[in-house]
């Protein structure tokens, strides 16, 4: 089947991009943009388990983002590593379907694009045809006038004549 598109008409494709975007916005409770990243370190006390083993080095949770440039690190208490990975991958869905839709609008622009310059020439051709079209009448309406002209009625019809003949 083929697919139509207008900047007016949205396609299956992109109903169904927007909806899924519907049901991240109204499933979620927060976004986050960044990478999670898991740090392993020492804590510096020799007789911890982390000090020999390196399997038991304290694990901690870093969301790293960028922001005008910049690149920041922010730790991740423990208890709110759910949520955050939660928040995370959810920036992520609705950021991957928002490009999504983007691509979408860049298709149906240049859909328009390619659809205004076709109408134009089919306008073109038209306004060629209708001035051919316009040529030929006025000559037809010249050749009437002159036809006209010839059987011109006689004087006495005309009202001040009449009256000066009575
Ligand atoms: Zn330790």
């Known amino acids: 089947m083929p697919k139509k598109t207008s900047p007016a008409s949205l396609s299956a494709e992109e109903r169904r991009i927007r909806s899924r975007l519907h049901q991240v916005l109204s499933q979620t409770v927060g976004f986050l943009r960044g990478s999670l990243i898991e740090m392993a370190r020492r804590c510096g006390n020799p007789r911890c388990r982390c000090a020999s083993d390196d399997a038991n080095k ?50 149906r ?24 079209a316009k040529k030929k009448a006025a000559k037809k309406k010249a050749a009437k006038k002159k036809a006209a002209k010839k059987k011109k009625k006689p004087p006495h019809d005309d009202p001040n004549t009449t009256s000066q003949i009575r």
């Open 109 to 132: 622009l240049n859909e328009a694009k390619a659809n205004a310059r076709a109408g134009k020439d089919a306008a073109k051709k038209k306004a060629a045809k209708k001035k051919a």
């Open 58 to 107: 304290h694990r901690s949770l870093y969301l790293g983002y960028s922001h005008e440039g910049k690149t920041t690190m922010q730790y991740i208490p423990k208890d709110l590593e759910q949520t955050v990975r939660r928040w995370a991958g959810d920036f992520q869905i609705a950021a991957t379907l928002l490009e999504e839709l983007s691509q979408q609008g860049r298709r």
